[in-house]
Nanobody, 125 residues
Framework: EVQLQACGGGLVQAGGSLRLSCAASGFTFDDYAIGWFRQAPGKAREGISAISSSDGSTYYADSVKGRFTISSDNAKNTVYLQMNSLKPEDTAVYYC??????????????????WGKGTQVTVSS
């Protein structure tokens, strides 16, 4: 059974930090890019960051570049998203996803192979 278990969301003040994690199982981790989408109320889901498990290449949306860092622990089949300098506009439900193509994390792609359940991130001003 394929599982992407995301955790680490919560409530934080603006300027604070959170770390999300996504633990993957049920598929060959090294064959996939793992990353995060987010969806704020009334807005479309957008890809914000991803990492290729095979070569370590990364993707960041302009909205999070310089503030968020994605990393992967291949031994644990887990991807982490360190989110620093959080802003109220980062408030959203964050979804972990997996796909063989890292470029599918740019913007929105409705054909992702696997999705995890969302975790809420709320940044207060």
């Amino acid at each position: 059974e394929v599982q992407l278990q995301a955790c680490g969301g919560g409530l934080v003040q603006a300027g604070g930090s959170l770390r999300l994690s996504c633990a993957a199982s049920g598929f060959t981790f090294d064959d996939y890019a793992i990353g995060w989408f987010r969806q704020a109320p009334g807005k479309a889901r957008e890809g914000i960051s991803a990492i290729s498990s095979s070569d370590g290449s990364t993707y960041y949306a302009d909205s999070v570049k310089g503030r968020f860092t994605i990393s992967s622990d291949n031994a644990k089949n887990t991807v982490y998203l360190q989110m620093n300098s959080l802003k109220p506009e980062d408030t959203a439900v964050y979804y972990c996803a997996a796909d063989p193509e890292i470029h599918h994390f740019r913007g929105w792609w409705d054909g992702m192979d696997y999705w995890g359940k969302g975790t809420q991130v709320t940044v207060s001003s």
